[in-house]
């Protein structure tokens, strides 16, 4: 009768064991702290309006401090969303994808 009744004490500790697993995934997976990264593919090129990044970046970039990095910087956004915003600085809502695109620490990446 003893091993009987050890096996029922071992069973519910092994439910209640993976019960706690279970809980302890569920929240680690639905953590209110962590920010949700949005994220959408750059749009398809358009044969028709192919853009030249390195003139679009130079002129971007030729009053930054430091134009390398900042020429860099925006030929990989502009590689990826095959658009630079006119002017040296802002005009981000002419091209949205350039705008969302951000570093892991979540600054914009695109100057």
């Known amino acids: 009768m003893a091993a009987v009744s050890s ?4 069973v519910p500790c092994a439910l ?13 997976a639905v953590d209110p702290n962590h920010e949700q990264v949005l994220w959408s593919p750059a749009p398809a090129p358009s044969p028709m309006n192919p853009i030249d990044c390195g003139s679009a970046c130079a ?41 969302a695109i951000t570093t892991r620490g979540g600054r914009p990446k695109c100057p």
């Open 59 to 99: 002129a971007r970039c030729s009053v930054s401090s430091r134009p390398n990095l900042c020429k860099r910087a925006c030929g990989t956004c502009c590689a990826r969303c095959h658009c630079v915003p006119p002017g040296t600085y802002g005009n981000h809502h002419v091209c949205p994808c350039y705008a």
């Open 16 to 28: 209640l064991l993976l019960l706690l697993l279970l809980v302890l995934g569920v929240a680690a």
């Open 7 to 10: 096996g029922r004490v071992r």
